[in-house]
């Protein structure tokens, strides 16, 4: 499955966009900034979980720059 986010200017822009997508017989979700932030950062948080283990010297040096 690929995902196309459609940044909308407005609630009308939001409309015509649902509208026309719903029509081709796709399925449409919004949600929020919020939400996508929050999806992105859970997304990174997995991903450096599978990485090898940094130590303490080695986080607080990223945390600096």
Known sequence: METIVI???NKTE???WL???RKTGTEAVTINSELLEDAYLKML???GMKS???GR???L???EA
Request: hydrophobic letters at 50%; glycine letters at 0%; aromatic letters at 4%.
């Open 7 to 9: 940044r909308a200017k």
């Open 14 to 16: 939001l409309k015509f």
């Open 19 to 21: 509208e026309l997508i």
């Open 45 to 47: 948080i997995d991903k």
């Open 52 to 54: 090898k283990d940094a």
């Open 57 to 59: 010297n080695e986080v």
């Open 61 to 63: 040096k990223a945390l």
